[in-house]
């Protein structure tokens, strides 16, 4: 039976993220879906820069590993994802600020599905709606969920939620919001 040379491969679903560490260097080119169960945002760099005919990312869990260097590539390499038209991350345990920069790499994306368990940065209306109408034009789904700590919960009131709920998202993107606020205590 003869076996498929990686260069061919276009769809790839691995349970283990140490795919990134052997991306470079061109033989996974040619990957137009690919599924892997975690990686840091460092590691998101090098997916993006390395894979240009990816279309769809599906992402379990993106950690927290960024470091100074990913910080001055992201900003400093501009080269564009431009066939990307999902990601798909069921676990942001990172900044969200550093994969909205990564994001503006993808112009060309429609589909944007993110659940946040960290960061309350998420919950910036018009930061957000500023990427969106500068950088991701093509947007046309864009589901979020996020779960705020107790303990982050003093910074964030009801009007930062009521944020989303204005001209831009339910007119002209047609995206409707729904919040819940709890707050849990558990006694010990």
Known sequence: MPILPVSQIQTLITPS??????????QWSSIVHLSISGCGLD???????????????????????????????????????NNMKTLHIDCLNSSIDYLFQLLERAPNLENLILFSFHDPSIIDASRRQILIVSSLRYLKNFKFKFHIANILQKSINEENLKEFQNQFWY???????????SNIFDVG
């Open 17 to 26: 993220a140490s795919i990134p560490e052997t991306i470079s260097g061109g």
């Open 43 to 81: 590691d998101l760099f090098v997916l993006f820069t390395n894979i240009p005919e990816l279309k769809y990312l599906r992402i379990e869990n993106v950690s927290n590993n960024v470091t100074n260097v990913t910080i001055n590539s992201i900003g400093n390499n501009k080269s564009l994802v």
């Open 171 to 181: 007119n002209e993107r047609r995206w409707y919001t729904e919040y819940f606020i």
